[in-house]
């Protein structure tokens, strides 16, 4: 996230003159309709909060912005001329420093919604001020946002002197659309043996250099994906067919339908294209 963004639990004490907020609907997010692109409200407009959390403030160079969460009922409609819409819905409509602390927002919110209580003893835990943390009053357990750890793998291999990459598809997506493999680390594994477990779980082949590549916060619905490219060693294409539908060697020039230029996805597969080509995707 390029911005010069300070989070913070604690709610400033002097006067905001400027505000972001970041309500939530369920897991749709409050904008303006402006057209093709969406701005956030710069206050709540005397709606009715369920709850509030203040994330922290956008440094600028001539002000500061103060950032908030917030989520309202089910029921609520909006107000005129805004509208609710999912976070996927708002790529290429909010600006992305917006969408990626719109992922931050919905992630807490859904945290506070769904630790209310103790998971120990059930008694109703309380917030703490000063770290993103509820800690229960009977027993003492500590709860934190949930953060689940994946890997995501871009694979290379030369096939006949030409660089090829592998791609998969997932049966539920939609025809021709392909990406890299991923998979949710287990408890008890690094990073690197589950990048070999998942490839090797979903394709059936074994690899060599696995290197780290990157990562990006995916608020669907909690993950962090982690990045890795790595290089074929041995073996054949074996599907596990209850997850994946089809995977293949693609050159630069067979390219199929890719994912989103906002994901870590797409990321690794660009760096393949700029590496062995001139071309753009």
């Known amino acids: 996230m390029n911005l010069p963004f300070a989070p913070s639990v604690t709610p400033p004490t002097e006067e905001v003159t400027a505000a972001l907020w970041f309500i939530f609907r369920g897991s749709d997010l409050l904008v303006m309709e402006n057209g093709e692109t969406a701005d956030l409200p710069t206050n709540h407009y005397s709606l009715t909060l369920l709850r509030q959390h203040y994330l922290g403030k956008i440094e600028g160079e001539t002000a500061v912005t103060h950032c908030y969460a917030a989520e309202i009922a089910e029921e609520t409609e909006p107000p005129t001329g805004m509208q609710f819409a999912g976070l996927r819905?708002?790529?290429?409509?909010?600006?992305?420093?917006?969408?990626?602390?719109?992922?931050?927002?919905?992630?807490?919110?859904?945290?506070?919604?769904?630790?209310?209580?103790?998971?120990?003893c059930a008694t109703p835990n309380k917030i703490l001020d000063y770290e993103r943390a509820k800690k229960c009053p009977n027993c003492g357990l500590t709860t934190y946002p949930r953060i689940s750890p994946a890997i995501i793998v871009r694979i290379d291999r030369v096939i006949d002197g030409v660089p090829h990459l592998l791609l998969a598809r997932n049966g539920r997506w939609r025809p021709n659309w392909y990406s890299v493999l991923a998979g949710f680390v287990e408890p008890g594994?690094?990073?690197?043996?589950?990048?070999?477990?998942?490839?090797?779980?979903?394709?059936?082949?074994?690899?060599?250099?696995?290197r780290y590549f990157g990562s990006q916060p995916w608020p669907f619905p909690n993950s962090l994906m982690v990045g890795f490219t790595a290089e074929y060693a041995s073996g054949n294409i074996v599907l596990e067919e209850e997850e994946i539908e089809d995977a293949n060697w693609f050159t630069v020039d067979t390219l199929p339908n890719l994912p989103s230029s906002m994901s870590i996805a797409r990321r690794l597969v660009d760096a393949f294209v700029n590496q062995h080509t001139d071309k753009d995707l």
């Open 189 to 210: 594994e690094t990073l690197e043996e589950c990048v070999h477990r998942e490839v090797f779980e979903e394709v059936g082949i074994r690899l060599k250099n696995v």
């Open 89 to 120: 819905q708002l790529f290429n409509r909010l600006p992305m420093n917006h969408l990626w602390l719109a992922g931050r927002a919905v992630q807490i919110i859904d945290w506070d919604r769904t630790h209310q209580f103790c998971s120990r």
